[in-house]
C-alpha cells in the first residue's frame, strides 16, 4: 500500500477516534453517565455502531480514552508553561499558575461525582500524577537551587503543599481569585 494511502487511512481514523471521544463527553454531560448508550454515541458520531465497537468496547473505555487524551493534554500544556520562562522561579510560577487555571476550567464542565470517580481510577491517572509530581518537584529543586525556594521543606513535601492549595482553584469565581491564590500559595514557598 502507497504510504499516502497509509496516511489518508491513520488520518481517518484518528478523525472518528476524537469524534467519538467529543461526542461520548458531550452526551454524558447532558444525560449522565449511565443514561448513554453505545447506540447513541454512534447515532451522535455519525457512524455505525458496528464501527463504534471496532473502536471501543463500551462508553467507559470511550471514557477513559478521553479522559486520557486530557489528561495528557494538560500535563503537555503544564510542561511548555515551565518552559517558556528562564528564571527559575518564574518557571514554578507560570507552572503553578497554569496548573490552578486547570483545575478551575475543569471544574466548570460540572460532571457527575459518579464520572469523576470512573475516570480518576484509572492507572493512566496514576501515571499522570506521578509526572505531574515529578514536574513540579523538579520546578521547586531548581527554583530552591536558584535561593527563590525554601530550603528547609523537602521538596516533596512542597509538591505536595503546592497541589493541595492550588486545588481550591475548583471553587473560585474568577481568574483574579485563581492569581491570588497562586499569589498566596507562592508565599508559603518563599525562604525563611
Known amino acids: 500500500m502507497p504510504k499516502l494511502w497509509n496516511e489518508t487511512i491513520e488520518a481517518h ?6 469524534a467519538i471521544l467529543d461526542a461520548t463527553v458531550e452526551l454524558v454531560r447532558g444525560r449522565g453517565l449511565l443514561a448513554v448508550t453505545m447506540s447513541q454515541i454512534a447515532e451522535k458520531t455519525g457512524i455505525g455502531r458496528a464501527t463504534l465497537y471496532k473502536y471501543f468496547p463500551d462508553v467507559e473505555a470511550i471514557l477513559l480514552a478521553w479522559h486520557g487524551r486530557m489528561v495528557a493534554g494538560h500535563l503537555e500544556h503544564l510542561a511548555q508553561a ?12 507560570a507552572m503553578l499558575e497554569t496548573y490552578a487555571l486547570m483545575h478551575q476550567r475543569m471544574a466548570r464542565h460540572g460532571f457527575a461525582p459518579d464520572l469523576v470517580a470512573l475516570l480518576h ?17 523538579d520546578a521547586l529543586a531548581d527554583a530552591g537551587r536558584a535561593g527563590q525556594v525554601r530550603d528547609d521543606v523537602p521538596a516533596d513535601e512542597l509538591v505536595l503543599f503546592c497541589l493541595h492549595a492550588l486545588e481550591a482553584a475548583t471553587v473560585l469565581p474568577s481568574e483574579a481569585a485563581v492569581q491570588r491564590l497562586v499569589t498566596v500559595t507562592l508565599a508559603g514557598l518563599r525562604p525563611r
Open 82 to 93: 515551565g518552559e517558556r520562562e528562564g528564571d527559575a522561579g518564574r518557571r514554578l510560577e
Open 13 to 18: 481514523r484518528r478523525t472518528v477516534h476524537g
Open 121 to 137: 481510577r484509572s492507572e493512566e491517572v496514576g501515571q499522570a500524577q506521578q509526572r505531574l509530581h515529578a514536574m513540579l518537584r
